[in-house]
């Protein structure tokens, strides 16, 4: 069974930090691109970023220049740093990868079961 674990989800301050990470496991050929997303309170989900398998990343306009992602291949694991964090940045986060489970299957994409993260003061 394969799985998509997030955890570092909580509370925190405005102007606080707080980091996540999301472990894929289970029996995998290949993962590609990783990422992280998000639904706020009455809103429709949207990009947080995104990392490929070489590295390349894709942010998301609101939250460029606060928010790092990346990745550790060997760990089959996302991280999303989050700095300078605003009460606009409450919401449900989503980790999403995309996996080979087989080297002639098709690569499709997984989602975890989201993590709360709540900026209040």
């Known amino acids: 069974q394969v799985q998509l674990v997030e955890s570092g989800g909580g509370l925190v301050q405005p102007g606080g930090s707080l980091g996540l990470s999301c472990a894929a496991s289970?029996?995998?050929?290949?993962?590609?691109?990783m990422g992280w997303y998000r639904q706020g309170p009455g809103k429709q989900r949207e990009l947080v970023a995104t990392?490929?398998?070489?590295?390349?990343?894709n942010v998301g306009d609101s939250v460029k220049g606060r928010f790092t992602i990346s990745r550790d291949n060997a760990k089959n694991t996302v991280y999303l740093q989050m700095n300078s964090l605003k009460p606009e940045d409450t919401a449900v986060y989503y980790c999403?990868?995309?996996?080979?489970?087989?080297?002639?299957?098709?690569?499709?994409?997984?989602w975890g079961q989201g993590t709360q993260v709540t900026v209040s003061s």
């Open positions: 990392i490929a398998s070489g590295g390349v990343t």
């Open positions: 289970g029996t995998i050929y290949s993962i590609g691109t």
């Open positions: 999403n990868a995309f996996l080979r489970l087989v080297a002639t299957g098709a690569r499709r994409g997984y």
